[in-house]
């Protein structure tokens, strides 16, 4: 599919100075942008965990530059994609739900790449990433699983523990191999329900006796505390989310020995990360994503490979954020930044400096109204201040001392004047556009009702 471009955002681009025409500025290196859906960092070995989820993507941190703190900027597919691919904050790309497509006039990754000459092939598993909803933008080749294959015959390369989204971006790259391209490549296997092929699942869940399911109707009734879930039963649902992280670091061995045998990996810029993460009932009573802005959600992994230069094998601790990814590309690459860029270049830190990219990282989610109201939050390295909206009442607000609990777990707000401090921080940043910058879809305006139902986003 061909990606969308009107005359307005054609007119955008030529006043950030990005030209129509082919050219070759800036070094002559590919670009891949791997993302996994609903991936926690801390379930990672390279972030600690101490399961063997994760050995090809601990390999190539241990390789290349891992970021350690890294906050997403949505809880949310859409907008967070959106925010990684534009280098802005939702409510300033304007796709701030699930139902609200990315506007024209918003410049991504893809269309300053294009407009530079590169081959641009995205490869998405996903609904909320559809082409309706214009992250198409700048793509040549738009690849969506569930437009190109049924539902009966992805179920069957699932049984036999094949992932046609893998297998399409590898034909794609094989394709594109002698030209300077621009690779977006999406895995969706952690997102629940969490059902990982077996091999998979007998690796990390291989005895369980319960009832506990990862199926919407389950975990919902879980969250609304119609069922009881005991240890045994987070346990099992844990193991078959770890299967499914498992299973992408499969896909992520894969591409990357593809993109060695192909003599690519020397001319090649690797980024690897998520949208989120996912609460496995650490709070609320809940499994998923879309409702919280604790870390379990916000916090996810970013490992970079840059070729032929230093630094490599590097670790960075402080603060970062997704919005940070475009514009640490656009560096690398020479192309100047668009106006009005949010995210800061993380060459610097990547390169051992101090290079400071912001104390505060901002972060919101905009469910359906049905099934919570909108939350705000501001995160530091130390600390978090959470708003949640009340039909009934003022706003609820929860403050997290980070280094004392990481867990999230007491509430000190009204009790710390670094809680005030980023009351008022969060307020300022907020009141441009007010609470909500968009309309917020409900349910049952959404065009996609019965596949979002199915995965646990309407009752």
């Known amino acids: 599919m061909i990606g969308r471009r009107g005359g307005l955002a054609n007119l955008v681009l030529v006043f950030l100075g990005l030209s129509l025409t082919t050219c070759a500025q800036g070094p002559g290196l590919n670009i891949v942008v791997i993302t996994i859906?609903?991936?926690?960092?801390?379930?990672?070995?390279?972030?600690?965990?101490?399961?063997?989820?994760?050995?090809?993507?601990?390999?190539?941190?241990?390789?290349?530059?891992?970021?350690?703190?890294?906050?997403?900027?949505?809880s949310q597919t859409l907008p967070s994609h959106a925010s990684i691919f534009t280098g802005l904050n939702p409510r300033n790309h304007k796709a701030i739900s699930h139902e609200s497509p990315l506007p024209e006039e918003a410049v991504t990754?893809?269309?300053?790449?294009?407009?530079?000459?590169?081959?641009?092939?995205?490869?998405?598993?996903?609904?909320?990433?559809?082409s309706d909803l214009h992250l198409t933008q700048g793509f040549d080749t738009y690849w969506?699983?569930?437009?190109?294959?049924?539902?009966?015959?992805?179920?069957?390369?699932?049984?036999?523990?094949?992932?046609?989204?893998?297998?399409?971006?590898?034909a794609w790259l094989e394709d594109h191999a002698g030209s300077r391209f621009f690779l977006w490549i999406h895995w969706f296997h952690p997102h629940r329900p969490y059902n990982p092929p077996q091999t998979y699942l007998q690796r990390f869940a291989p005895e369980y006796s319960g009832e506990a399911s990862s199926e919407p109707e389950y975990v919902m009734k879980a969250w609304k505390g119609e069922i009881e879930i005991d240890r045994q039963d987070i346990d099992y649902l844990t193991g078959c989310y770890d299967g499914e992280v498992a299973y992408s670091d499969f896909q992520i061995g894969r591409l990357i020995d593809a993109l060695d045998?192909?003599?690519?990996?020397?001319?090649?810029?690797?980024?690897?990360?998520?949208?989120?993460?996912?609460?496995?009932?650490?709070?609320?009573?809940?499994?998923?994503?879309?409702?919280?802005?604790?870390?379990?959600?916000?916090?996810?992994?970013?490992?970079?490979?840059?070729?032929?230069?230093?630094?490599?094998?590097?670790?960075?601790?402080?603060?970062?954020?997704?919005?940070?990814?475009?514009?640490?590309?656009?560096?690398?690459?020479?192309?100047?930044?668009?106006?009005?860029?949010?995210?800061?270049?993380?060459?610097?830190?990547?390169?051992?400096g101090t290079d400071a990219t912001g104390e505060h990282a901002f972060s919101e989610t905009f469910p359906f109204p049905e099934k919570c109201m909108p939350r705000h939050a501001v995160r530091t390295a130390s600390s978090k201040l959470i708003w949640k909206e009340n039909p009934s009442g003022p706003l609820i607000k929860e403050f997290y001392d980070l280094a004392t609990d990481p867990g999230e777990k007491i509430d000190l707000f009204g009790q710390s004047n670094e809680a005030a401090r980023l009351d008022s921080v969060l307020m300022r940043w907020i009141a441009p556009a007010g609470l909500h910058p968009g309309p917020i879809p409900t349910a049952a305006e959404s065009r996609r009702w019965g596949i979002l139902k199915s995965l646990g986003y309407v009752n």
């Open 37 to 74: 859906d609903t991936l926690r960092a801390d379930h990672l070995g390279c972030y600690g965990y101490p399961r063997p989820t994760s050995p090809r993507l601990d390999a190539f941190a241990a390789d290349n530059v891992m970021f350690e703190n890294v906050a997403c900027q949505s």
């Open 109 to 130: 990754l893809a269309e300053i790449l294009k407009h530079r000459g590169y081959e641009t092939g995205a490869f998405v598993s996903s609904h909320a990433l559809d």
């Open 144 to 170: 969506e699983i569930h437009k190109e294959l049924s539902q009966s015959v992805r179920r069957a390369l699932h049984v036999e523990e094949r992932d046609p989204t893998t297998e399409a971006a590898l």
């Open 261 to 352: 045998s192909l003599g690519l990996t020397a001319n090649t810029v690797i980024v690897v990360t998520a949208d989120h993460g996912e609460i496995l009932y650490e709070h609320e009573r809940y499994f998923g994503h879309d409702i919280a802005l604790y870390d379990e959600c916000l916090m996810v992994p970013l490992v970079v490979h840059v070729p032929g230069t230093q630094p490599t094998r590097r670790r960075v601790s402080e603060l970062t954020q997704s919005i940070d990814i475009l514009p640490t590309l656009l560096e690398l690459l020479e192309i100047e930044y668009p106006q009005g860029l949010e995210g800061k270049s993380l060459l610097g830190l990547m390169s051992g």
